[in-house]
């Protein structure tokens, strides 16, 4: 699973990789707040606040692999 992470207002991305919550382990990155508090909450791209409603977070399932 891939996670990412855009600005709502301006589409800029945020944050791209392994999903967070499978990250916890790694205490790198423990939550989305965490990833916005990188950037200081604010976009640095439009100047917009940045918390959990302000920002798009989307994770992806599986690529299709070729299983075989
Ligand atoms: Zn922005």
């Not at 992470?5 to 791209?16: E, G, N, Q, R, V």
């Not at 707040?33 to 917009?48: A, I, Q």
């Not at 940045?50 to 798009?56: A, C, F, H, Q, Y």
Request: charged content about 35%; hydrophobic content about 30%.
């Amino acid at each position: 699973m891939t996670e990412k992470i855009h600005c709502k207002k301006c589409s800029m991305l945020l944050y791209f990789g392994e999903e967070i919550k499978r990250r916890l382990y790694m205490r790198a990155i423990p939550c989305e707040e965490t990833v916005l508090g990188f950037y200081d909450n604010k976009c640095p791209r439009c100047g917009s606040k940045l918390t959990l409603k302000t920002v798009d977070v989307q994770t992806e399932g599986r690529k299709k692999y070729v299983a075989r």
